[in-house]
């Protein structure tokens, strides 16, 4: 919900000083990556994916950490009390949340035949998807 998108948005943002990541962070990825945690906390309900707690959510907040502050995800991600799976599908290794996290990057970069065959995969319908889009 918009709450704990707010709560997630500024811990991100208040973890900066103390993790000497203080310097600009661009805010097109900050903006995506919100935009990308609703999504698939959205889509995983549909999908039927087993997740603990906001993992889903998690994975769409922080994906794009690499982007906004240009260092490793290996390096932002250790210092990130994260699950291991959050953290292990960001680092690209395949868990129940890969196909989620390659949908929406299929959506943002317009791949629609790409993301038909996710959605078989998930067993979503594209108007799930469109529905979800809407709501991001």
Known sequence: DAATTEIYTLS???ALPISGLSG???PEPLGRSVQRAKFLDLI???AKIKNSEDDPFRVGLFSMLEIMFNRPNSE???Q???SM???RTILGTETQFTPLLELVKCIERG???AMESLNKRLGLTNNAVKIGRVHV
């Open 76 to 78: 932002l991600l250790e």
């Open 85 to 87: 799976a959050v953290k």
């Open 80 to 82: 990130l009390p994260l």
């Open 24 to 26: 600009y962070v661009k």
């Open 111 to 113: 791949d629609w035949t």
């Open 44 to 46: 995983s309900e549909t």
């Open 12 to 14: 991100l943002h208040d």
